[in-house]
Structures are given as structure tokens and as C-alpha cells.
T-cell receptor, first 117, second 114 residues
């Protein structure tokens, strides 16, 4: 079974500071991993994804994430926060196993990022 | 190429009424997933459909909820006899393959039961 834990439901940073959003996953098979961003009353937009290629993944808006199998982590980072980064961020895992749950996304509870001027 | 289209964006229903939520996948996508987002929670899988087939409905409540994806037209999530606990945001996602290395999400339907 797959599951995702996002540590910290709320993270606050100053504009220009490092952003670090934590995600740990549990998966019995090699996973696909995703980070999505959700702005108020909007749908989910894909930031980046890991699909078993390079372990350091670069996404849109300057975000990147590193897949660490030994730590079962996929933390999201951005060197310098911008006011427009304020949103809710979701980590998700999908199974690459060709079983009944293939394609299903399992989401964490989300982390609300606040950026102070 | 339009994205995933969901309508209505907001839906208010009285207890006991029916709610119909529509999802048109991206052009060329034949795999549709429905998710529900409750306040302060992440998205929870409900059902996975391909054209004319329900593949996995293990995340859907056994009663009052149904889904379809006909040969022509959008996918429909139907909730009969709505209750207050059904109030949530319902999201549809579509992908070109089941492996789902990139699912595209609609903007959601926010259902409020009064």
C-alpha cells in the first residue's frame, strides 16, 4: 500500500528565504512521486514529478525535489521564496506496480505555505 | 488544447436532493479519476474510469454515489440524497495512460449541502 506524510501543515517563510516542505512516503513498490500546488479555489497544478529517472527533479517556478530512497523522502525546496509562492502544496505517490491500484494517486494532507514580505 | 473542464464550479444542494458533477477530460485522454477533498485534508481517491467502464470504484461510498464515463460526453459523478457530510470539493483528473505519470486536474466542483 502507498501513503504519504507531509510534516508540518503550515510553513511560514520570509520573502527571499529558503523554502523546505517535507514529504515522506511509504510504498511497497517503486513509486512515482509528485508535488502539486493549489491556489485558493483552484485545481491542482503539477510542480514536478519523479518517475525513476534522475533523483534530483527540477520543476516549474524554481522548485526542485530530491528523491532519497534510503530515507523514503521527497522534500520540496526553493532557494528563494516569492510572495506568489503562497499556496497549499500537496505531495502524492502513485504506484508503478501493474496491480489494481495502478494510476491511483495517494495524497498527503497538504502544507500551507505563507510568505511574509 | 483545453484543460480538464469541470462544471459547475460551485453547487448548492439541499439535503435529500441529487448532485450531478461533470468532468470533460483533456482531448485524447481516456482515463478519468475522481477525488474528494474534505476541509483540512488532502485529496482522497474515489473512482477510476475508462470510456464506458468503471475500473476501480473502491474509494467510493457504497450507497448514494455513482459514476459513469459514457462513450460520448463527459464523465458524471452522481450523488443521490445528499447529506451535509457530502459537502466537499470534488476534483476530476485525466491522463493519457493508466500509469499516470502526469494526471491533469480540473478546477473542481465545490459542493455545499444546506
Amino acid at each position: 500500500a502507498q501513503s504519504v506524510t507531509q510534516l508540518g501543515s503550515h510553513v511560514s517563510v520570509s520573502e527571499g528565504a529558503l523554502v523546505l516542505l517535507r514529504c515522506n512516503y511509504s510504498s511497497s513498490v517503486p513509486p512515482y512521486l509528485f508535488w502539486y500546488v493549489q491556489y485558493p479555489n483552484q485545481g491542482l497544478q503539477l510542480l514536478l514529478k519523479y518517475t525513476s529517472a534522475a533523483t534530483l527533479v527540477k520543476g516549474i517556478n524554481g522548485f526542485e525535489a530530491e528523491f532519497k530512497k534510503s530515507e523514503t523522502s521527497f522534500h520540496l525546496t526553493k532557494p528563494s521564496a516569492h510572495m506568489s509562492d503562497a499556496a497549499e502544496y500537496f505531495c502524492a505517490v502513485s504506484s508503478a506496480d501493474r496491480g489494481s491500484t495502478l494510476g491511483r494517486l495517494y495524497f498527503g494532507r497538504g502544507t500551507q505555505l505563507t510568505v511574509w514580505p | 488544447n483545453a484543460g480538464v473542464m469541470q462544471n459547475p464550479r460551485h453547487l448548492v444542494r439541499r439535503r435529500g436532493q441529487e448532485a450531478r458533477l461533470r468532468c470533460s477530460p483533456m482531448k485524447g485522454h481516456s482515463h478519468v479519476y475522481w477525488y474528494r477533498q474534505l476541509p483540512e485534508e488532502g485529496l482522497k481517491f474515489m473512482v477510476y474510469l475508462q470510456k464506458e467502464n468503471i475500473i476501480d470504484e473502491s474509494g467510493m461510498p457504497k450507497e448514494r454515489f455513482s459514476a459513469e464515463f459514457p462513450k460520448e460526453g463527459p464523465s458524471i459523478l452522481r450523488i443521490q440524497q445528499v447529506v451535509r457530510g457530502d459537502s466537499a470539493a470534488y476534483f476530476c483528473a485525466s491522463s493519457i495512460r493508466r500509469e499516470n505519470t502526469e494526471a491533469f486536474f480540473g478546477q473542481g466542483t465545490r459542493l455545499t449541502v444546506v
